[in-house]
Nanobody, 127 residues
């Protein structure tokens, strides 16, 4: 599965961006999906997860209430809608896909949970 993240860019603090993740030649509805980010000098962290079929969502505390992970009706695209952006949200954002597992609800934020990764898209938030 080849994933592609897009939609990054430059935005002022308080602004919004929506990132998109697509897979070449297939839909994403049969995967659990995650959005990760890596800020300069920091380890990569998972900010949001979405279960197979879009049934449940998970967020790291620092983005709760500001970020939303979702899919379109065809499940061909997974989005990360980001509102009220802060300078600390500046990072390269990656999407990742996991084959469904019973433990996803406990492991959604771990890199090793995911089987496929896309190339990142840079988000820069200017304060």
């Amino acid at each position: 599965v080849q994933l592609q993240a897009s939609g990054g860019g430059w935005v002022q603090a308080g602004g919004s961006l929506r990132l998109s993740c697509t897979a070449s030649g297939r839909t994403l509805g049969s995967y659990c999906m995650g959005w990760f980010r890596q800020a300069p000098g920091k380890e990569r962290e998972c900010v949001a997860g979405l279960t197979w079929g879009g049934g449940r969502t998970y967020y790291v505390d620092s983005v709760k209430g500001r970020f939303t992970i979702s899919t379109d009706s065809d499940k061909a695209t997974v989005y990360l809608s980001m509102n009220d952006l802060k300078s600390e949200d500046t990072a390269v954002y990656y999407c990742a896909a996991s084959h469904p597992t019973p433990s996803y609800g406990r492991t959604w934020d771990l890199e090793e949970t995911y089987d496929y990764w896309g190339r990142g898209t840079l988000v820069t938030v200017s304060s």
